[in-house]
């Protein structure tokens, strides 16, 4: 199994910035794909940055040129640093990661317990 413990969530004034942490933990073969998610109050679970295995990164709209998301390939850790965050950043934040648990098993996603990210106006 696969554990996803985020960190790094918290208030900041608009026009701040945060960085968040997901270490992954656990018994698997290997992680593919990272990223983050988040889910405002009445609002659905939204994309916020993915990153391959091999270092590709994708973002929502809402965020690129803000938000720069990385990881550590060994220490099975990703990121995302956010900056010029705005009210409507507010959300809870998932880490997901896609992981096989043995050689030949498939890719299943893992999600964090989320992490509140509040920016005050």
């Known amino acids: 199994q696969v554990q996803l413990v985020e960190s790094g969530g918290g208030l900041v004034q608009a026009g701040g910035s945060l960085r968040l942490s997901c270490a992954a933990s656990g018994s698997f073969f290997s992680i593919n794909a990272m990223g983050w998610y988040r889910q405002a109050p009445g609002k659905q679970r939204e994309l916020v940055a993915t990153i391959s295995s091999g270092g590709s990164t994708n973002y929502a709209d809402s965020v690129k040129d803000r938000f720069t998301i990385s990881r550590a390939n060994a220490e099975n850790t990703v990121y995302l640093q956010m900056n010029s965050l705005k009210p409507e950043d507010t959300a809870v934040y998932y880490c997901?990661?896609?992981?096989?648990?043995?050689?030949?098993?498939?890719?299943?996603?893992?999600w964090g317990q989320g992490t509140q990210v509040t920016v005050s106006s």
């Open positions: 997901n990661a896609y992981a096989r648990v043995r050689l030949l098993a498939p890719r299943l996603a893992y």
